[in-house]
Nanobody
Framework: QVQLVESGGGLVQPGGSLRLSCAASGRYNMGWFRQAPGKEREFVAAISWNGGSTYYADFVKGRFTIYRDNAKNTVYLQMSSLKPEDTAVYYC????????????????WGQGTQVTVSS
């Protein structure tokens, strides 16, 4: 059973930064998704198991960075220049194949962490 544990969410002002972490029970391709109130869950970013490839949704390019520390089996999402529309529950996902992560059809999910961008 793959376990994913997110942390790092919270309240931040517009223009601020926040870093999310997702600790996994093994080494997998991993990604971040988010779901705002009343909206469907959407893909944010993904990274291959060895960190060699990264993928981003257009709306976060240049603002968010996904990276990983394989010694800790942990993936991070560094978020900068945050906007109120970035407010959502952020979910970590994992899969043995990278493509399902990009489409949100991956096998494993974390419990989510709330990010609120507000003044």
């Amino acid at each position: 059973q793959v376990q994913l544990v997110e942390s790092g969410g919270g309240l931040v002002q517009p223009g601020g930064s926040l870093r999310l972490s997702c600790a996994a029970s093994g080494r997998y391709n991993m990604g971040w998704f988010r779901q705002a109130p009343g909206k469907e869950r959407e893909f944010v970013a993904a990274i291959s198991w060895n960190g060699g490839s990264t993928y981003y949704a257009d709306f976060v390019k240049g603002r968010f960075t996904i990276y990983r520390d394989n010694a800790k089996n942990t993936v991070y999402l560094q978020m900068s220049s945050l906007k109120p529309e970035d407010t959502a529950v952020y979910y970590c996902g994992a899969d043995r194949v990278i493509t399902p992560l990009i489409h949100g059809t991956n096998d494993y999910w974390g419990q989510g962490t709330q990010v609120t961008v507000s003044s």
